[in-house]
């Protein structure tokens, strides 16, 4: 897991919610390489709540890997399929042995047969790839630990396997700040000890809009999690994804100084 940390010993994540084009990806690696982040996010595959568009899908592939790769970056995406992990698979040959990527769970695929033939595509392959598992959207902590279980069962080994916590669907609770989900640090946590293996926190889907994502990246730092993954846009409000919750990398760069000044 050491290739994914930053300077400071932390798994730092960031890029835009999905890629749109080379440019839009070129601009924000430009701007986040400056910053010292090792991986760039960058979904091509995009559940929706409502029909719309759902990223590049296969045709971003090379460039997700084309602008990330070649400048000592790992890239990371959602996969939703299998075929999705084997693609990428299949992709990353090109850059050699040591090419490194990372792929996760979303919280609304849970279906623990995908998510078993995710794992083992990538556990047979032997390529360099980290599996990263977010919470489901409901608050179940049995279920989370239960995600983990099955990348393990299915021949994932335990040192790519990271976890990542979005918060749960709020429901009927109170929810007085709007937060698009609401985070349970503390379950984090314990899912973080049961499972030994590294908890990253997703300020972004939690918040939902730039200001709460800054609280909950602030709050975040209260807590021993392993990294954080969040959602960076040179230009949020155009975004075809998640414009409200994007950070603009100068946002992330005020973070991090905070994040360095305290170590
Ligand atoms: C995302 O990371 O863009 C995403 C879709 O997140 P989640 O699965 O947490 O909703
Ligand atoms: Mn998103």
Redesign the pocket.
Same mark, same amino acid.
């Given at each position: 897991m050491d290739e994914l940390k930053n300077n400071f010993g932390k798994i730092l994540i960031a890029g835009p919610?999905a890629l749109e084009s080379r440019q839009q990806l070129r601009e924000c690696v430009k701007a986040l390489k400056e910053d010292g982040i090792k991986v760039i996010r960058a979904?091509l595959w995009?559940?929706r709540t409502k029909p719309g568009w759902e990223g590049l899908g296969d045709e971003g592939i090379d460039i997700l890997l084309g602008e990330t790769i070649p400048q000592g970056l790992i890239p990371a995406t959602?996969v939703i399929y299998a075929e999705h992990a084997e693609k990428i698979i299949h992709a990353l040959k090109k850059y050699g042995e040591k090419a490194t990527a990372v792929l996760w769970l979303?919280? !609304?695929n849970q279906n623990h047969i995908e998510q078993q033939r995710i794992a083992r595509v990538i556990a047979e392959s032997g390529a360099n790839i980290y599996l990263m598992a977010?919470n489901q959207a409901w608050h179940d902590e049995r279920h989370w630990v239960g995600i983990c279980e099955h990348l393990l069962s299915a021949g994932m080994p335990k040192d790519k396997v990271m976890l990542c916590h !979005?918060g749960f669907s709020p429901g009927l609770l109170p929810n007085p700040k709007g937060y698009r989900n609401l985070p349970d640090m503390l379950m984090a946590m314990r899912v973080q000890a049961k499972t030994e293996v590294p908890m990253i926190l =997703?300020p972004s889907?939690i918040g939902g809009t730039r200001d709460n994502v800054i609280d909950i990246m602030l709050e975040g730092e209260l807590y021993p999690f392993d990294g954080m993954i969040v959602e960076v846009h040179c230009h949020p409000e155009k975004a075809l994804t =998640?414009a409200k919750q994007q950070l603009k990398p100068q946002q992330l760069r005020q973070h991090i100084d905070r994040l360095e000044a305290v170590q």
């Open positions: 919610c979904s995009k559940p959602e979303g919280a !609304r977010k !979005r =997703d889907h =998640d």
